[in-house]
T-cell receptor, first 114, second 115 residues
Framework: GENVEQHPSTLSVQEGDSAVIKCTYS??????FPWYKQELGKGPQLIID?????GEKKDQRIAVTLNKTAKHFSLHITETQPEDSAVYFC?????????????FGKGTKLTVNP | GAVVSQHPSRVICKSGTSVKIECRSL??????MFWYRQFPKQSLMLMAT?????????EQGVEKDKFLINHASLTLSTLTVTSAHPEDSSFYIC???????????FGPGTRLLVL
């Protein structure tokens, strides 16, 4: 089945700097890659996603890039703000799973220092 | 995106009792819902896939007789933790599929503490 690796596990940046989180996946048949932001004690919130027919997608300060050949995708946050501090999870669709399941990375705790 | 609610937000119960958690879709008819469990500082672990009108599909290692799932309507799925034990203490989160293939929207989660 699909396996997703996520790095780094923790990331600390200064306010205004950029943050990059990287994920790799194992199954080349995966075609959907969402990113979730989870604040303490809350459920994950979908912040951006990308499908395998595009290489990059942007939404204001957030962007995701996908390299299908290398089987990796990345989340880029520019001009970080303290409210961006949270745990971020990447995920990939599981082609073998049926029911359109997602496989999640282990998460990255992002801290934005004022 | 879709709006998902869960009830209760947190529950404390005694060992051996059963607890029911509700997951509701407030603005979307969801034929498929998912139930996850998340231990502190860990990722989301899929427990089961809940399909409206049919039996849930459980992930390997998840006891179907302990975690009862009912998806009786397009807007409601319930998870019942039967004979709860302290090791069942966790954060339980549901999600529903909507807005496109594979897209999942999550509820706010339910914190379960079994004493």
């Amino acid at each position: 089945g699909e396996n997703v690796e996520q790095h780094p596990s923790t990331l600390s940046v200064q306010e205004g700097d950029s943050a990059v989180i990287k994920c790799t996946y194992s199954d080349s048949a995966s075609n959907y890659f969402p990113w979730y932001k989870q604040e303490l004690g809350k459920g994950p919130q979908l912040i951006i996603d990308i499908r395998s027919n595009v290489g990059e997608k942007k939404d204001q300060r957030i962007a995701v890039t996908l390299n299908k050949t290398a089987k990796h995708f990345s989340l880029h946050i520019t001009e970080t703000q303290p409210e961006d501090s949270a745990v971020y999870f990447c995920a990939a669709s599981d082609p073998q799973g049926g029911s359109e399941k997602l496989v999640f990375g282990k998460g990255t705790k992002l801290t934005v220092n004022p | 995106g879709a709006v998902v609610s869960q009830h209760p937000s947190r529950v404390i119960c005694k060992s051996g009792t059963s607890v029911k958690i509700e997951c509701r879709s407030l603005d979307f008819q969801a034929t498929t819902m998912f139930w996850y469990r998340q231990f502190p500082k860990q990722s989301l672990m899929l427990m089961a896939t809940s399909n409206e009108g049919s039996k849930a599909t459980y992930e390997q290692g998840v006891e179907k007789d302990k975690f009862l799932i009912n998806h009786a309507s397009l807007t409601l799925s319930t998870l019942t933790v039967t004979s709860a034990h302290p090791e069942d203490s966790s954060f339980y989160i549901c999600s529903l599929q909507g807005g496109g293939p594979e897209t999942q929207y999550f509820g706010p989660g339910t914190r379960l503490l079994v004493l």
